[in-house]
Protein backbone atom coordinates (compact mmCIF):
# COMPACT_ATOMS: atom_id res chain seq x y z
CA UNK A 1 0.00 0.00 0.00
CA UNK A 2 1.36 3.30 -0.95
CA UNK A 3 1.99 5.73 1.41
CA UNK A 4 0.97 9.27 0.83
CA UNK A 5 3.56 12.22 0.18
CA UNK A 6 3.60 14.83 2.55
CA UNK A 7 3.95 18.22 1.19
CA UNK A 8 6.24 20.29 3.14
CA UNK A 9 5.69 24.14 3.41
CA UNK A 10 8.95 25.39 2.59
CA UNK A 11 9.54 28.73 4.93
CA UNK A 12 12.42 31.19 4.41
CA UNK A 13 12.90 33.11 7.85
CA UNK A 14 14.10 36.96 6.87
CA UNK A 15 16.62 38.10 9.05
CA UNK A 16 18.02 41.99 8.82
CA UNK A 17 21.46 41.23 10.40
CA UNK A 18 23.57 38.47 11.99
CA UNK A 19 25.16 39.02 14.87
CA UNK A 20 23.10 38.92 18.62
CA UNK A 21 20.16 40.38 19.39
CA UNK A 22 16.44 39.18 20.25
CA UNK A 23 15.60 38.43 16.82
CA UNK A 24 18.75 36.14 16.26
CA UNK A 25 18.39 34.41 19.49
CA UNK A 26 15.07 33.04 18.09
CA UNK A 27 16.48 32.39 14.45
CA UNK A 28 19.59 30.61 16.15
CA UNK A 29 17.23 28.50 17.79
CA UNK A 30 14.83 26.99 14.81
CA UNK A 31 18.18 26.43 12.88
CA UNK A 32 18.91 24.02 15.92
CA UNK A 33 15.71 22.95 16.86
CA UNK A 34 13.59 22.80 13.47
CA UNK A 35 9.72 23.51 13.86
CA UNK A 36 8.33 20.43 12.43
CA UNK A 37 8.73 17.40 9.84
CA UNK A 38 5.84 19.00 7.26
CA UNK A 39 7.68 22.50 7.64
CA UNK A 40 11.34 23.06 5.76
CA UNK A 41 13.24 25.80 6.90
CA UNK A 42 15.58 28.65 5.40
CA UNK A 43 17.47 31.40 6.84
CA UNK A 44 19.20 34.44 5.23
CA UNK A 45 20.56 37.11 6.56
CA UNK A 46 20.63 40.11 4.85
CA UNK A 47 23.49 41.85 6.27
CA UNK A 48 26.54 39.82 7.76
CA UNK A 49 28.29 41.20 10.69
CA UNK A 50 29.25 38.59 13.07
CA UNK A 51 33.17 39.24 12.29
CA UNK A 52 32.17 41.88 14.63
CA UNK A 53 31.82 40.58 17.41
CA UNK A 54 34.20 37.11 16.43
CA UNK A 55 31.40 34.68 16.03
CA UNK A 56 31.47 32.00 13.33
CA UNK A 57 29.00 31.80 10.43
CA UNK A 58 26.71 29.07 10.57
CA UNK A 59 28.15 26.54 7.90
CA UNK A 60 24.64 24.47 7.16
CA UNK A 61 22.96 24.29 3.51
CA UNK A 62 20.17 25.74 4.91
CA UNK A 63 22.00 28.93 6.23
CA UNK A 64 22.55 31.87 3.59
CA UNK A 65 24.36 35.11 4.37
CA UNK A 66 24.35 38.30 1.68
CA UNK A 67 27.59 39.22 0.18
CA UNK A 68 26.69 42.89 0.68
CA UNK A 69 29.12 45.02 2.32
CA UNK A 70 27.23 48.19 2.36
CA UNK A 71 24.18 48.59 5.12
CA UNK A 72 21.94 50.07 2.44
CA UNK A 73 23.16 47.82 -0.28
CA UNK A 74 20.75 46.56 -3.20
CA UNK A 75 22.31 43.50 -3.25
CA UNK A 76 20.40 41.69 -0.37
CA UNK A 77 17.48 41.98 -2.26
CA UNK A 78 18.63 40.25 -5.59
CA UNK A 79 19.87 37.54 -3.09
CA UNK A 80 16.67 37.02 -1.68
CA UNK A 81 15.29 37.24 -5.06
CA UNK A 82 17.14 34.32 -6.30
CA UNK A 83 16.87 32.34 -2.83
CA UNK A 84 12.69 32.66 -2.74
CA UNK A 85 13.17 31.29 -6.90
CA UNK A 86 15.58 28.66 -6.32
CA UNK A 87 14.16 27.39 -2.60
CA UNK A 88 10.73 27.34 -4.25
CA UNK A 89 9.84 29.02 -0.98
CA UNK A 90 5.93 29.74 0.16
CA UNK A 91 6.25 31.60 2.73
CA UNK A 92 8.33 34.36 3.56
CA UNK A 93 8.77 35.29 7.60
CA UNK A 94 10.02 39.10 7.90
CA UNK A 95 11.83 39.53 11.04
CA UNK A 96 13.01 43.40 11.35
CA UNK A 97 12.08 47.12 9.53
CA UNK A 98 14.41 46.39 6.44
CA UNK A 99 13.22 42.54 5.74
CA UNK A 100 9.65 43.83 5.91
CA UNK A 101 10.04 46.27 3.35
CA UNK A 102 12.34 44.19 1.04
CA UNK A 103 9.47 40.92 1.28
CA UNK A 104 6.49 43.93 0.55
CA UNK A 105 8.67 44.69 -2.92
CA UNK A 106 9.17 41.34 -3.10
CA UNK A 107 5.49 39.91 -3.40
CA UNK A 108 4.39 43.11 -5.41
CA UNK A 109 6.90 42.86 -7.97
CA UNK A 110 7.01 39.10 -8.75
CA UNK A 111 5.51 36.68 -6.21
CA UNK A 112 1.83 37.10 -5.90
CA UNK A 113 1.25 34.33 -4.29
CA UNK A 114 3.79 33.81 -1.39
CA UNK A 115 2.71 34.28 2.05
CA UNK A 116 4.13 37.06 3.78
CA UNK A 117 4.17 36.79 8.20
CA UNK A 118 5.45 40.32 9.15
CA UNK A 119 6.93 39.32 13.12
CA UNK A 120 7.38 42.92 14.65
CA UNK A 121 10.25 42.91 17.31
CA UNK A 122 10.31 46.60 17.35
CA UNK A 123 13.03 48.18 15.11
CA UNK A 124 15.23 51.82 14.28
CA UNK A 125 12.17 52.66 11.70
CA UNK A 126 9.24 52.43 14.66
CA UNK A 127 8.61 56.00 15.54
CA UNK A 128 9.40 57.54 11.73
CA UNK A 129 6.67 58.74 10.67
CA UNK A 130 6.98 56.63 6.97
CA UNK A 131 7.51 53.28 8.57
CA UNK A 132 3.87 53.07 10.12
CA UNK A 133 2.16 54.35 6.96
CA UNK A 134 4.31 52.15 5.39
CA UNK A 135 2.80 49.44 6.79
CA UNK A 136 -0.63 50.72 6.65
CA UNK A 137 -0.51 51.12 2.86
CA UNK A 138 1.38 47.40 2.89
CA UNK A 139 -1.06 45.09 5.29
CA UNK A 140 -3.15 44.07 1.85
CA UNK A 141 0.10 42.24 0.94
CA UNK A 142 1.03 41.04 4.55
CA UNK A 143 -0.90 37.70 5.07
CA UNK A 144 -0.43 38.02 8.90
CA UNK A 145 1.64 40.04 11.93
CA UNK A 146 3.13 38.41 14.61
CA UNK A 147 4.04 40.95 17.72
CA UNK A 148 5.85 39.45 20.53
CA UNK A 149 3.52 41.81 23.04
CA UNK A 150 0.49 43.48 23.47
CA UNK A 151 2.17 46.97 23.79
CA UNK A 152 3.95 46.11 19.79
CA UNK A 153 0.22 45.01 19.01
CA UNK A 154 -1.78 48.06 20.17
CA UNK A 155 1.58 50.35 18.38
CA UNK A 156 0.50 48.61 14.81
CA UNK A 157 -3.70 49.21 15.29
CA UNK A 158 -3.60 52.82 16.38
CA UNK A 159 -0.44 53.80 14.51
CA UNK A 160 -0.47 51.33 10.98
CA UNK A 161 -4.38 50.60 11.47
CA UNK A 162 -3.69 47.25 10.81
CA UNK A 163 -6.86 44.91 11.62
CA UNK A 164 -6.64 43.41 14.96
CA UNK A 165 -7.51 40.38 13.80
CA UNK A 166 -4.99 39.87 11.02
CA UNK A 167 -2.57 40.44 14.50
CA UNK A 168 -1.12 37.34 16.32
CA UNK A 169 0.90 37.53 20.13
CA UNK A 170 3.29 35.28 20.00
CA UNK A 171 5.59 35.61 23.43
CA UNK A 172 9.55 35.34 23.08
CA UNK A 173 10.92 32.33 25.27
CA UNK A 174 13.23 30.61 27.31
CA UNK A 175 16.23 28.46 25.45
CA UNK A 176 17.97 26.35 27.85
CA UNK A 177 20.64 26.12 25.46
CA UNK A 178 21.57 29.57 26.14
CA UNK A 179 22.14 29.18 29.43
CA UNK A 180 24.44 26.63 29.83
CA UNK A 181 26.39 26.25 33.24
CA UNK A 182 22.79 27.93 34.87
CA UNK A 183 19.61 26.18 36.32
CA UNK A 184 20.97 24.24 39.13
CA UNK A 185 24.42 25.69 39.77
CA UNK A 186 23.08 29.44 39.47
CA UNK A 187 23.01 30.03 43.33
CA UNK A 188 26.69 27.83 43.78
CA UNK A 189 27.90 30.23 41.36
CA UNK A 190 27.01 33.52 42.53
CA UNK A 191 28.37 31.74 46.29
CA UNK A 192 31.88 31.95 44.92
CA UNK A 193 31.58 36.06 44.59
CA UNK A 194 34.02 35.99 47.29
CA UNK A 195 31.66 38.26 49.51
CA UNK A 196 30.97 40.68 46.32
CA UNK A 197 27.40 41.79 45.13
CA UNK A 198 27.34 41.10 41.07
CA UNK A 199 24.69 43.88 40.06
CA UNK A 200 24.48 42.24 36.20
CA UNK A 201 23.52 43.22 32.51
CA UNK A 202 22.77 41.11 29.47
CA UNK A 203 22.00 42.66 26.13
CA UNK A 204 23.05 45.44 23.25
CA UNK A 205 24.58 48.68 24.50
CA UNK A 206 22.77 51.31 22.51
CA UNK A 207 21.08 54.10 23.91
CA UNK A 208 17.15 52.46 24.37
CA UNK A 209 19.12 50.14 26.33
CA UNK A 210 19.90 52.62 29.06
CA UNK A 211 23.28 51.29 30.63
CA UNK A 212 23.93 54.72 30.94
CA UNK A 213 21.20 54.80 33.46
CA UNK A 214 22.47 51.67 35.21
CA UNK A 215 26.17 53.48 35.49
CA UNK A 216 24.71 56.80 36.93
CA UNK A 217 23.69 54.60 39.46
CA UNK A 218 27.02 53.11 40.99
CA UNK A 219 28.85 56.18 42.70
CA UNK A 220 25.12 56.61 44.64
CA UNK A 221 25.93 52.88 45.86
CA UNK A 222 29.25 52.33 46.34
CA UNK A 223 28.78 53.69 50.14
CA UNK A 224 26.32 51.71 50.78
CA UNK A 225 27.00 48.24 49.17
CA UNK A 226 30.27 46.60 50.12
CA UNK A 227 32.02 44.76 47.72
CA UNK A 228 29.98 45.85 44.55
CA UNK A 229 30.83 44.85 41.19
CA UNK A 230 28.81 45.69 38.30
CA UNK A 231 28.98 43.20 35.13
CA UNK A 232 28.22 44.52 31.76
CA UNK A 233 27.77 41.41 29.04
CA UNK A 234 27.14 42.63 25.58
CA UNK A 235 28.42 44.79 22.51
CA UNK A 236 27.42 47.71 20.69
CA UNK A 237 27.62 50.96 19.57
CA UNK A 238 27.09 52.79 22.64
CA UNK A 239 30.13 50.60 24.23
CA UNK A 240 32.82 53.08 23.86
CA UNK A 241 30.67 55.84 25.47
CA UNK A 242 29.62 54.30 28.73
CA UNK A 243 33.04 52.97 29.19
CA UNK A 244 34.05 56.66 29.00
CA UNK A 245 31.10 57.90 31.45
CA UNK A 246 32.45 55.43 33.70
CA UNK A 247 35.52 56.87 33.71
CA UNK A 248 33.90 60.57 34.51
CA UNK A 249 31.97 58.86 37.14
CA UNK A 250 35.20 57.39 39.18
CA UNK A 251 33.52 54.11 39.32
CA UNK A 252 35.33 52.51 36.15
CA UNK A 253 37.34 49.89 38.36
CA UNK A 254 33.77 48.68 39.75
CA UNK A 255 32.35 47.80 36.22
CA UNK A 256 33.22 44.95 34.04
CA UNK A 257 32.49 45.07 30.75
CA UNK A 258 32.68 41.29 29.11
CA UNK A 259 31.75 42.00 25.13
CA UNK A 260 29.50 39.80 23.15
CA UNK A 261 29.36 36.50 25.24
CA UNK A 262 28.63 33.54 23.19
CA UNK A 263 27.13 31.52 26.30
CA UNK A 264 25.40 34.02 28.79
CA UNK A 265 24.74 31.52 31.28
CA UNK A 266 28.03 31.98 32.25
CA UNK A 267 27.06 35.69 33.16
CA UNK A 268 24.17 34.76 34.58
CA UNK A 269 25.86 32.74 36.94
CA UNK A 270 27.73 35.37 38.08
CA UNK A 271 24.99 37.67 39.19
CA UNK A 272 23.31 38.59 41.86
CA UNK A 273 20.69 40.91 40.96
CA UNK A 274 19.90 41.57 37.12
CA UNK A 275 19.55 45.05 36.61
CA UNK A 276 17.18 46.20 32.73
CA UNK A 277 17.15 49.79 32.44
CA UNK A 278 15.83 50.03 29.02
CA UNK A 279 14.06 52.84 27.84
CA UNK A 280 12.04 50.38 25.42
CA UNK A 281 11.49 46.94 25.01
CA UNK A 282 9.84 44.20 22.66
CA UNK A 283 10.13 40.96 23.95
CA UNK A 284 12.78 40.95 26.50
CA UNK A 285 14.68 37.60 26.07
CA UNK A 286 16.91 38.74 28.98
CA UNK A 287 13.92 39.04 31.57
CA UNK A 288 12.73 35.98 30.85
CA UNK A 289 15.91 34.21 31.16
CA UNK A 290 17.07 35.89 34.24
CA UNK A 291 13.44 34.14 35.79
CA UNK A 292 14.75 31.21 34.85
CA UNK A 293 17.76 31.71 36.32
CA UNK A 294 16.18 32.68 39.64
CA UNK A 295 17.95 35.90 39.50
CA UNK A 296 15.88 38.96 40.84
CA UNK A 297 15.23 41.70 38.72
CA UNK A 298 15.24 45.25 39.04
CA UNK A 299 14.00 46.96 35.68
CA UNK A 300 12.90 50.18 34.44
CA UNK A 301 8.66 50.52 34.11
CA UNK A 302 8.77 51.69 30.27
CA UNK A 303 7.26 49.33 27.51
CA UNK A 304 7.19 46.34 27.58
CA UNK A 305 8.68 45.70 30.88
CA UNK A 306 5.75 47.62 33.08
CA UNK A 307 3.73 44.85 30.61
CA UNK A 308 5.68 41.90 31.56
CA UNK A 309 6.37 42.56 35.28
CA UNK A 310 4.55 42.44 38.22
CA UNK A 311 6.20 44.97 40.73
CA UNK A 312 7.41 42.97 44.12
CA UNK A 313 5.94 39.92 42.76
CA UNK A 314 8.16 39.49 39.77
CA UNK A 315 10.78 42.08 39.24
CA UNK A 316 10.96 45.85 41.16
CA UNK A 317 10.18 48.47 39.37
CA UNK A 318 12.23 52.24 39.25
CA UNK A 319 10.53 54.74 36.73
CA UNK A 320 12.76 55.05 33.78
CA UNK A 321 15.59 57.41 33.11
CA UNK A 322 15.71 58.19 36.57
CA UNK A 323 19.15 56.95 38.31
CA UNK A 324 18.10 58.33 41.77
CA UNK A 325 15.90 55.69 42.05
CA UNK A 326 17.29 52.98 40.39
CA UNK A 327 20.12 52.98 42.95
CA UNK A 328 16.99 53.24 45.76
CA UNK A 329 15.34 49.65 44.29
CA UNK A 330 18.78 47.94 43.92
CA UNK A 331 19.70 48.77 47.19
CA UNK A 332 16.15 47.81 48.75
CA UNK A 333 17.13 44.13 46.49
CA UNK A 334 20.19 44.07 48.24
CA UNK A 335 18.47 44.29 51.87
CA UNK A 336 15.16 43.07 51.43
CA UNK A 337 15.82 39.15 51.22
CA UNK A 338 12.34 38.06 51.60
CA UNK A 339 11.11 40.43 48.97
CA UNK A 340 14.03 38.73 47.16
CA UNK A 341 12.46 35.44 47.84
CA UNK A 342 9.24 36.24 46.76
CA UNK A 343 10.02 37.50 43.28
CA UNK A 344 12.72 34.75 42.63
CA UNK A 345 9.47 32.25 43.24
CA UNK A 346 7.11 34.34 41.03
CA UNK A 347 9.61 34.91 38.04
CA UNK A 348 9.98 30.92 38.00
CA UNK A 349 6.74 30.46 37.88
CA UNK A 350 6.31 32.86 34.41
CA UNK A 351 9.67 31.12 33.07
CA UNK A 352 7.31 28.25 33.29
CA UNK A 353 5.05 29.90 30.88
CA UNK A 354 7.46 30.97 28.19
CA UNK A 355 9.07 27.34 27.31
CA UNK A 356 10.70 27.34 23.98
CA UNK A 357 8.29 24.28 22.95
CA UNK A 358 5.37 26.48 23.05
CA UNK A 359 6.97 28.82 20.76
CA UNK A 360 7.81 26.46 18.31
CA UNK A 361 4.44 25.31 18.85
CA UNK A 362 3.03 28.18 18.19
CA UNK A 363 5.02 29.03 14.84
CA UNK A 364 4.15 25.22 13.21
CA UNK A 365 0.35 25.82 14.37
CA UNK A 366 1.20 29.51 12.17
CA UNK A 367 2.64 28.11 9.28
CA UNK A 368 0.46 25.42 8.70
CA UNK A 369 -2.82 27.82 9.02
CA UNK A 370 -1.12 29.77 6.01
Known amino acids: MAHAVIEKRRVLFLVDKSGFGGVQTIAYTLIERGIADDVEMFFFFMRNINTRFGMQDIARPDVFYSRAVGRYSFRPFIELLELVRKKRVGILHLNGNKSVIAGVLLKMLFFHRLKLVAHEHGGVFDYTRWYPLFLKLSQRWIDLFITVSNYRKRFLVSRSGIDPDKIRVINNFVDPGRLKRGGANATAGREKNCGEFVIGYVGGLSRIKGCDVLIRAIPLLKDQIGKLKVVIAGDGPARTGLEELAGELSVGGMITFLGFVATPGEAYNMFDLMVIPSRSEEGPI ?31 FFQSENHAELAEKILLAYRDSELVSRIREGGAREAEQLSVERHLADLRDMYRSL
Open 286 to 316: TLYESWAMGIPVVASNAPVLDERIRDGETGI
